[in-house]
C-alpha cells in the first residue's frame, strides 16, 4: 500500500521557478584532453543559455571556476543565469540534484535520493555529489525530504496527477537498492511524488548499459507530455537494437492506465537516422528534451530526423517555442539535455 503524503511532484509543463544545473568541472565529464574539456564547457553553456531565453537558471559551480564559468555563460540572456557555490564530482544536476514538490499551500519540498554514483559504477565518485541535492534545497528555500532508496531523477516521469514512468532495470538494480521489490519502491516512491499509479516499463535503450550509462533511465526512452500522453523514443531501423526495445515499451504503455484510469495515448517520437559511433549502437535521443516556461530545449544532432522530431515536439507541446542544442557531446558522455538540468516548480 503506498502511504499518503502531502507532497507532489507537479508536471514538468507546469511553470518553473526556475532551472537548476551544475558545471562539469572534473572526471569523465569533463573530459581528458583540452579539445575534450572545451566541448564539454561549451555544451553546458550552450544548454544554460538556452534555458536561460525561457526562463531563470541557477548553476552550481565550484570555487575554482567560478570566474571560467561566468566567461563561457556570459551576461546576455533575457533571463538571469546565477551560481551557487559548491564542490562537485560530476554535471549530471538531474540525477545529482533533488526532486522538487509542492505541498497543498505551495511549499516547496526537494527530495533527496540517496545517490550512489548510477548504482556503484567502477569509473564514477560521488563524495560531493551525494551532497549537492543538499546545496540546492537550502539555496532553493526547500523543506528538505530525505529518501531511503537510491533513485536518480533520471530515473523516473511523472505526470503531476498521480502517475509515473519508471524503469525495472533501474529501481530494482541490484547495486542501487538490493533486494528491493517492486512494492518497496513504490511505497517510497509514492510517500515522496504523491504517486499512486506506477507504470513500469522493463528496460532503458541498448546503449544506456555500456560502461557509462545508467542501466535504464527512463529519461530517454518515454516522458509525459500531457494527462494521459507519452513520447516514445521510436527507432524505425531494425538493424538498430532498440526497434525491439521501442516496440515493447510501447505495448507496455498502450496496455497501461494513468491514475484518473485513462488508457494511455501513445506518440512516436522518430530515433535519429545515425544508428551507430565509434562505440557501437548510439543512445540518441530527442525524448531527452527540457520543458521550460512557454518553451522547449530539445537535443539536436545534425542528423537527417532533427526536423521530424522537432515538429513532433511542436505538435506535443502547443504554443512552446522549441529550441534545438547540439546534444552529441552530452551523448558521448552519457547523457542529454534533460540529464543535465533540473526544474523548480514555482511555489508559494
Known sequence: MVQTTRWRMPAEWTDHERTWMAWPTSGYTLGDTPAEVETARRTWAAVARAIAGFEPVTLVVPPNDLHLCREYIGNDTPHPIDIVIADLDDAWMRDIGPSFVLAPDGELGAVDWI??????????????????????????????????????GGGLHVDGEGTVLLTETVQLDPGRNPGATKGDIEAEVGRLLGVDTFVWLPRGLTRDYDEFGTRGHVDIVATFTAPGHVLLHWQEDEAHPDHAVSREIEQVLLAAHDAAGRQLQVTRIPAPRTLTDDEGPVDWSYVNHLVCNSGVVACVFDDPHDERALEVLREVYPGRRVVGVDARPLFDRGGGIHCITQQQPESA
Do not use: K, M, P, Y
Not at 560521488?126 to 526547500?142: C, E, I, L, N, S
Open 115 to 152: 545517490f550512489n554514483g548510477w548504482g556503484g559504477q567502477d569509473w564514477a565518485t560521488w563524495g560531493f555529489d551525494a551532497r549537492v541535492a543538499t546545496h540546492v534545497a537550502d539555496a532553493a528555500g526547500a523543506h528538505h525530504l530525505l529518501s531511503s532508496i537510491v533513485n536518480e
